[in-house]
Each structure stands twice: as structure tokens, then as C-alpha cells.
């Protein structure tokens, strides 16, 4: 069973497009991060919320955090090429005492469309 | 900066061979993670370290895969004997300690065992 459930897997759209993907657990957690993937390279950091209810702007996109901190979602206003990767959701998990572990979704495959 | 650097990018050899992936971590940052990513399960960790010593070692799949971290600027994964299902991208990431630090990953070693 997955810690974190990420929908759609994948995403294709055409420049201009709104889009949600959406990061949903049965747990609850202190704090969430999205990276993004690019092909070829390592995921990169885009925001993290750590706010039951929180809101966070990055340029075109938007992310939210659960009122009860289970889920997430981003959101992307006029989506463009260079919008597209693997977006992943990721959580810390405690390996015990103050050592926390992250693990991540499974990612939404994005594909914006010239 | 020069982020976190893998070595090699890219790894190509026969079932039963040994092979040994390389990781130097942002200098000052003390937690050091490797990940495996493949399309099925996607990103898995592995192991991590906090200050050179192994916290959680629960992800490594069994015991022909071993890893070491003889200082703070260096790590090695390593598969012995390697098998075909052993084929997947590699990361390694490292942060400072913290439940929100950000994870900087590497751009991976794309491991092909045939």
C-alpha cells in the first residue's frame, strides 16, 4: 500500500490549459514537498506547506495543503512546455527519535503540448 | 555550488558482476540519502545516513546491496553480485537535518544490468 496516492499518473495538455494533480494519504502529516523531475536529472524542491488549509504561489502555480493535512494539491495556470516532468509529493516519516525519512509518491506525468 | 555529484551517469553490465555507484554530497549538508527510481515502483529509498552513520537501512532490497559513508564528502552504493532487476536509475540526495529541509539530488546513474 502506498503512504502517498498521486492522480492523474499521467497528464497530457495543450499550452494555455489549467490543470489540478492531486497528492492524497490516509495519514496525517506535519508538513508535505513537490518536487519536479525533468528528464535526465534529479527531482528539485518546489515549495513546501506545512499549514493545515495552507496556500502557495510559485509564479503560475498554486499549492494547497488539506484543512486536516492529509492531501495536497498543485495547481498550474496556463500551462506551458516548459511545464512538463514528473511532479512528486513527498512527506517525512519518522525513523525514530528526531530521524525523519522522506518518501514519495508515485508522480503525475505532465506533458504540455506547443 | 556544485550540487551533488554522481558518479557514473551512466553504468552498463553483465548479471553477476559487481558495480559501485559514487555520491559527494553538498559540503555541509549532514544527512545523505540514495534512492532507486523505476517506472513500476518509482522512487524508493534506500538508505540514509545522518553524520556518516547508517539511520535506516530498512529500504535496502537485500543483502547484495551494501553502502558506506567513510566521511562527510563521500558515499558508495554497491551491488554484489548485480541481477537484471536490478536495473534502474540511482539517486542520491543530500540536506541539512531537519524535518523541512529540501532534498538536492544528484542527476542520478542510470544502472543497466544485462
Known amino acids: 500500500t502506498q503512504l502517498l496516492e498521486q492522480s492523474p499518473q499521467f497528464l497530457s495538455i495543450q499550452e494555455g490549459e489549467n490543470l489540478t494533480v492531486y497528492c492524497n494519504s490516509s495519514?496525517?502529516?506535519?508538513?508535505l514537498q513537490w518536487y519536479r523531475q525533468e528528464p535526465g536529472e534529479g527531482p528539485v524542491l518546489l515549495v513546501t506547506?506545512?499549514?493545515?488549509?495552507e496556500v502557495k504561489k510559485l509564479k503560475r502555480l498554486t499549492f494547497q495543503f488539506g484543512d486536516a493535512r492529509k492531501d495536497s494539491s498543485l495547481h498550474i495556470t496556463a500551462a506551458q512546455p516548459g511545464d512538463t516532468g514528473l511532479y512528486l509529493c513527498?512527506?517525512?516519516?519518522?525513523?525514530?527519535?528526531?530521524?525523519?525519512?522522506?518518501?514519495f509518491g508515485k508522480g503525475t506525468l505532465l506533458t504540455v503540448n506547443p | 555550488d556544485a550540487g551533488v555529484i554522481q558518479s557514473p551517469r551512466h553504468e552498463v553490465t553483465e548479471m553477476g558482476q559487481e558495480v559501485t555507484l559514487r555520491c559527494k554530497p553538498i559540503?555541509?549538508?549532514?544527512?545523505l540519502f540514495w534512492y532507486r527510481q523505476t517506472m513500476m515502483r518509482g522512487l524508493e529509498l534506500l538508505i540514509y545516513?545522518?553524520?556518516?552513520?547508517?539511520?535506516?537501512d530498512s529500504g535496502m532490497p537485500e543483502d547484495r546491496f551494501s553502502a558506506k559513508m567513510p566521511n562527510a564528502s563521500f558515499s558508495t552504493l554497491k551491488i554484489q553480485p548485480s541481477e537484471p532487476r536490478d536495473s534502474a536509475v540511482y539517486f542520491c540526495?543530500?540536506?541539512?537535518?531537519?524535518?523541512?529541509?529540501?532534498?538536492?539530488f544528484g542527476n542520478g546513474t542510470r544502472l543497466t544490468v544485462t
Open positions: 513527498a512527506v517525512r516519516a519518522s525513523s525514530g527519535g528526531s530521524n525523519y525519512k522522506l518518501t
Open positions: 545516513f545522518n553524520n556518516n552513520v547508517p539511520i535506516d
Open positions: 540526495a543530500s540536506s541539512l537535518r531537519g524535518i523541512n529541509s529540501p532534498l538536492h
Open positions: 559540503s555541509g549538508h549532514n544527512s
Open positions: 506547506v506545512v499549514t493545515g488549509g
Open positions: 495519514s496525517v502529516f506535519s508538513s
